[in-house]
């Protein structure tokens, strides 16, 4: 089946700093999306992306979804406290059968 | 809020006995789907379901049934738990606009 890639796997940042994660598949997807988790909880979305060569921002993440169509990366800035979590990625071939996700970065964010 | 409850919220259960998950949707959503996430793996589509009694296998099917009687209930069946079903399982809807999967809150489930 579909693979990807999320890298890396966890970082430890110092407050403030600005942080960028990537995905890469070994398949083309039509849609990428982005997801946070905090423990105990599900994932919830941050930032979808549609469309090939797409940048979107939401707040201060901004995420691309890749000329390819075979990678996609997110970008934090400024990082806070709150920041700390798993991010995950996801892809879609664009039907309704499930996502395919990557494993997850750990972000941990050192006072 | 994508408007999911699932229960139960934990449970734990003993190896060869039947459990069932329950996820509960209130907004009439089309497709709903049951993951796994487990550590090294992230999460995976165990089945997913296109309409009432219309399902399909994921990724990860082997020792899961699903079923859908109505449209906001996606029942997951573990007919014989095994240790290696240990895991917390999400359910999750697909919403517009752009057909974005959402998840509920997660179910964990520990088989002794």
């Known amino acids: 089946g579909q693979q990807l890639n999320q890298s890396p796997q966890s970082m430890f940042i110092q407050e403030g700093e600005d942080v960028s994660m990537n995905c890469t598949s070994s398949s083309i997807f039509n849609t990428w999306l982005w997801y946070k988790q905090d423990p105990g909880e599900g994932p919830v979305l941050l930032i979808a992306l549609y469309k090939a060569g797409e940048l979107t921002s939401n707040g201060r993440l901004t995420a691309q979804f890749g000329i390819t169509r075979k990678d996609s990366f997110l970008n934090i800035s400024a990082s806070i406290p709150s920041d700390v979590g798993i991010y995950f990625c996801a892809g879609s071939g664009g039907g309704a059968d499930g996502l395919t996700f990557g494993k997850g970065t750990h972000l941990i964010i050192q006072p | ?112």
């Open chain 2, 1 to 112: 809020d994508a408007g999911i409850t699932q229960s139960p919220r934990h449970k734990v259960t003993e190896t060869g006995t039947p459990v069932t998950l329950r996820c509960h949707q209130t907004e009439n959503h089309r497709y709903m789907y049951w993951y796994r996430q487990d550590p090294g793996h992230g999460l995976r589509l165990i089945h997913y379901s296109y309409g009432v009694k219309d399902t399909d296998k994921g990724e990860v099917s082997d020792g899961y049934s699903v079923s859908r009687s109505k449209t906001e209930d996606f029942l997951l069946t573990l007919e014989s738990a095994t240790s290696s079903q240990t895991s917390v399982y999400f359910c999750a809807i697909l919403r517009g606009p752009g057909n974005t999967i959402y998840f509920g809150e997660g179910s964990w489930l520990t088989v002794v």
